[in-house]
């Protein structure tokens, strides 16, 4: 009885780590699949093409959205804390850093998985559900090559030059509230904002960047490639590419700073 | 030389504890239309998957022109699908291409035909399935069930493949459509001299298109012959599935 009772406990607890176990390897595999066919012909240009025009210049209102508004907010917020130091010429520095190093990189990559990770993982998961994908098979065409490469090549080329121009579009945010709310001299403020300006604020921000592209296109394409079932699989698919790369964006977004700034 | 197209020893597939597939033997000649009949649930699609290895199987032996496929590289797997051709239940066509595109997509990608010449090719091909060149350049989502299996036969006849799977060819039809799909398979698989192996459970369309019919049950092929023998066997389970009776040693689980 009691080892009965052992028994069914003991394999109530193991299944979910055994669950966890084969999908870390399925994924592994899944990444290691992705990436060998990334990097060997033949390649579709054209459909990289188009993924980055998708990813790219799709994305553009929202990443220009998310960062102009983040950067008046960090402008009015450093404000209104360095006053009570008298620290207010900082504020154009601190924004420049908070932009550059954090806020366009990560908030960048959160708006982009809501869009492209659900998009990327909705239509190969509806692929995956009406054979359309065993169809890819059939006509000799690998899956890997043809819808997974082009969008996880795109998605690490295309998320840095949208946090670059997140970067530009944050710093001037912080540039309208300085100036135009706060008073500040704009030929100071962008004075300082230059003097203050390193190769390592933007370094950061691009390397994020790839990293936060390649999660965003492997979650979207992971997910939407395993996904079972009609409708409802398709959705949980969906669901499962934006919970896990925006998770993974903030678990990369610590390491990655510690990986550069910890003394 | 042996005439034999597709041999298949043994084969098994499980899905965990599932069995589907026990030990299936079956030989397909060069030129034959083999019709594979059976319930819902028997795995007949997951035979043809595995033949394609699209799905690996967990024991046995497929050899196509002498050649084993189960075990061989993806490189050697895309060169074993320039051979073939599929129609698709569902059609499966890609939604985000035009129908010449679908249809044209292996004279593209893999026999790097020009754009032009392969959208010509393409147009040919509809019209030998019965559908008019300003369908071209709709998008698949803009045709009906019948004219998307045209489409869909149209893609699998395309590459001229040696060998043509069906998978439910005429599911989702009404009567007349299921027919002009029957003829249209008839006159594709004579027209190219292909091999052919369809999985229904339309005993219509199985009567029509098959020179030869093999019937799979609980993972085993458990009678072959052709119709004329099928219509005089005694085989009970042959019996009860072709008169569609509910009564006879196959039990529905409900």
């Known amino acids: 009885m009691a080892k009965k009772y052992i028994e069914n406990f003991l394999r109530k607890q193991g299944k979910p780590l055994v669950t966890f176990i084969s999908r870390l390897g399925e994924l592994s595999l899944f990444i290691a699949k992705s990436l060998y066919n990334c990097v060997t012909p033949p390649f579709y240009l054209r459909l990289l093409g188009k993924q980055m025009i998708d990813i790219g210049f799709y994305s553009l209102p929202v990443v220009g959205l998310t960062t102009i508004f983040a950067g ?40 982009v998985a809501g869009r492209i990770g659900a998009a990327m993982a909705a239509e190969i998961g509806t692929m995956r559900v009406t054979e359309q994908i065993d169809a890819l ?22 998320l840095p030059l949208l946090v670059l121009f997140g970067d530009v579009i944050g710093i001037f945010g912080g540039y309208v509230i300085g100036v135009y709310k706060l008073g500040f001299n704009p030929a100071n403020y962008i004075n300082s904002t230059l003097q203050e300006l390193q190769a390592i604020d933007i370094t950061t921000g ?4 790839c990293v936060f592209g390649f999660i965003i296109s492997l979650m979207g ?30 678990i990369f977004n610590y390491i990655i700073t510690e990986v550069f700034f910890s003394k | 030389m042996s005439d034999t197209k597709i041999k298949i020893t043994n084969l098994k597939k499980a899905f965990g504890r599932k069995v589907v597939l026990d030990g299936v033997d079956l030989d397909i000649r060069k030129g034959e239309s083999l019709v594979v009949i059976g319930g819902s649930g028997t795995g007949k699609s997951v035979l043809i ?114 060998i043509i ?90």
């Open chain 1, 206 to 209: 691009v390397v994020k960047a």
């Open chain 2, 165 to 254: 799977f069906f998978d439910e060819p005429t599911t989702g039809l009404d009567p007349i459509m299921s027919d002009v799909i029957n003829d249209l398979i008839i006159e594709s698989v004579k027209g190219l001299g292909a091999t052919a192996l369809t999985i229904t459970h339309d005993m219509a369309s199985a009567r029509k298109i098959a020179d030869r019919i093999a019937m799979l049950y609980k993972g085993k092929i458990i009678w072959q012959g052709t119709v004329k023998e099928m219509d005089k066997t005694d085989n009970p389970y042959v019996c009860q599935f072709i008169h569609g009776s509910s009564k006879g040693p196959i039990k529905v689980e409900v």
């Open chain 1, 72 to 111: 008046m907010v960090i402008a009015l917020q450093s404000y209104s804390g360095f006053a009570r130091f008298g620290a207010e010429s900082a504020v154009a520095s601190v924004v420049l850093i908070s932009v550059t190093r954090e806020l366009a990189p990560v908030l960048s990559a959160l708006m």
């Open chain 2, 49 to 162: 998957k595995c033949i394609q290895g699209i799905l690996v199987p967990d024991a046995g032996s497929i050899k196509i022109d002498g050649n084993e496929v189960v075990g061989v590289t993806e490189e050697q797997k895309e060169a074993m699908h320039s051979k073939m051709g599929m129609l698709f239940q569902g059609g499966a066509l890609f939604d985000s291409l035009s129908v010449w595109e679908n249809v044209a997509f292996g004279l593209i990608e893999n026999q790097k035909m020009p754009k032009k010449e392969a959208k010509l090719a393409a147009v040919n091909v509809l019209r030998q399935v019965g559908l008019a060149p300003d369908v071209a350049d709709l998008s698949p989502s803009e045709l009906s069930g019948g004219m998307q299996k045209r489409v869909g036969l149209a893609r699998a006849i395309a590459t001229k493949p040696e």
């Open chain 1, 137 to 158: 098979t059939t006509l000799s065409t690998n899956p890997f090559k043809y819808l997974v490469a082009p969008r996880i090549i795109a998605g690490i080329l295309v």
């Open chain 1, 221 to 250: 394409c992971y997910n939407g490639y395993k996904s079972k079932g009609g409708a409802q699989g398709v959705g949980e698919a969906t669901t499962n590419a934006v919970v896990s790369a925006s998770i993974l964006i903030l």
